[in-house]
């Protein structure tokens, strides 16, 4: 196969609301989206996602938009890819390239795109097949609610309450130092007479042992598990507390990529990973942390930042597999962009699932909506065309 052409975009939708974590606010989800072509005319689409600040990741918006540009798209365009595309692109983008997961997963999940396209089926089924694992028709929707405004908590148990009548099969709620004991209590009450389980995320907030009073507060709540409570490189931190914590402990920055999780295995550490596509680099780097979780025993959910419809298509394949046990931050679009605010329309059951696609981004994005809220990004020749 050969990639004859790309595209670039920038894709901006504004969120219906602010959503705020322990190290920033968001108020639109902007993104790079990669197109890429081949040369018997089909078209594979892939997303970028990280924030405009490195509040969540080292990685910026800017910073992904000149590597694609300047390094990752000129690797990839008018080349011959004689082995399985996706991982082929994998290798190509991941040659020389330190970190950088989000840049390169937008061009990496664009070639899993393209090779749905080309087979006429969706990214579920690729990933089934090189796993050697059935995936499921349909995955549990869990949501992420942020730190209310104020940090009112009255404001976060009518969320939390809204919430459940939604149908959502878990409840995620934000927390920060100085917001979290009185979190738990304003989503308990949110929750009342309801069995949906309640999680907590930091993002990497707090710090041992001095919060440690905080998050032995946080072990007595009644938690499914606590979600990245040190910073990203706490790596033996996390090990540590997951050994003195009742409540398991779930990584999410932390997790980088295979080589992070073999070094979480050799520690004994938490068995609860949050896998986030974009986050890992993409979805070849989601199979080989796939195979170690197997070989460890680890129980998986897929995690969004949360990106758009085409994004989120990748981490719906994800969350498909059998060994996502715990609901997905899979939510339909409407949470976050409003009635048909999204590119392609994620939809949740009363049930609280979500079909899980059997066709590939192309076949299901609104081409009105993108052409409105994309702006093309100018590229050279050399990245535009083969050569």
């Not at 989800?29 to 078209?43: E, K, P, Q, Y």
């Not at 997963?105 to 059935?134: C, I, N, Y």
């Not at 997951?242 to 295979?258: N, S, V």
């Amino acid at each position: 196969m050969r990639i004859t052409r790309a595209e670039l975009f920038e894709l901006t939708l504004p969120l219906i609301e602010p959503f705020v974590i322990s190290g920033g606010t968001m108020t639109e989800r902007r993104s790079l989206i990669v197109v890429l072509h081949d040369d018997a005319g089909h078209v594979g689409y892939g997303e970028c996602p990280p924030f405009d600040l490195p509040f969540y990741s080292e990685e910026t918006l800017s910073s992904a938009r000149d590597l694609i540009t300047r390094v990752l798209l000129p690797r990839v365009v008018g080349r011959d890819f004689q082995d399985s595309l996706p991982e082929a692109v994998d290798a190509v983008v991941r040659d020389g390239v330190r970190g950088n997961w989000f840049a390169r997963a937008g061009l990496e999940t664009a070639a899993w795109d393209l090779e749905a396209h080309t087979r006429v089926t969706g990214l579920a089924a690729l990933l089934g097949e090189r796993l050697a694992v059935k995936p499921a028709a349909a995955v549990p929707c869990g949501v992420a609610l942020g730190i209310p405004p104020g940090r009112d908590p009255a404001e976060l148990t009518r969320a939390v309450y809204d919430a459940v009548r939604h149908g959502y099969a878990r409840i995620k709620i934000k927390v920060a130092p100085g917001w979290d004991a009185a979190a738990v209590r304003a989503a308990r009450l949110g929750l009342e007479g309801s069995d949906v389980p309640l999680t907590v995320d930091a993002n990497g907030a707090y710090e041992w042992p001095r919060d440690e009073a905080a998050l032995r507060a946080l072990d007595d709540a009644g938690l499914l598990y606590i979600e990245q409570p040190l910073h990203p490189d706490e790596l033996v931190g996390h090990a540590r507390l997951g050994e003195t914590l009742r409540t398991p402990i779930c990584l999410d920055e932390t997790l980088r990529d295979a080589r992070a999780a073999r070094q979480i295995m050799a520690l004994n550490g938490p068995k609860v990973w949050n896998i986030k596509v974009h986050r890992v680099g993409g979805l070849t780097e989601v199979c080989r942390i796939y195979r170690l979780a197997a070989e460890y025993g680890a129980k998986l959910w897929a995690g969004t930042m949360p990106e758009s419809g085409i994004g989120s298509q990748a981490a719906l394949a994800a969350a498909s597999l059998p060994l996502f046990v715990y609901p997905s931050d899979l939510e339909p679009s409407s949470r976050w962009f409003g009635r048909n605010g999204d590119v392609i329309k994620l939809a949740m059951g009363k049930d609280g699932r979500m079909a899980v696609p059997q066709q590939s981004c192309g076949r299901l994005l609104d081409p009105g909506r993108f052409r409105l809220l994309t702006t093309p990004v100018l590229l050279g020749r050399h990245e535009q065309a083969e050569h």
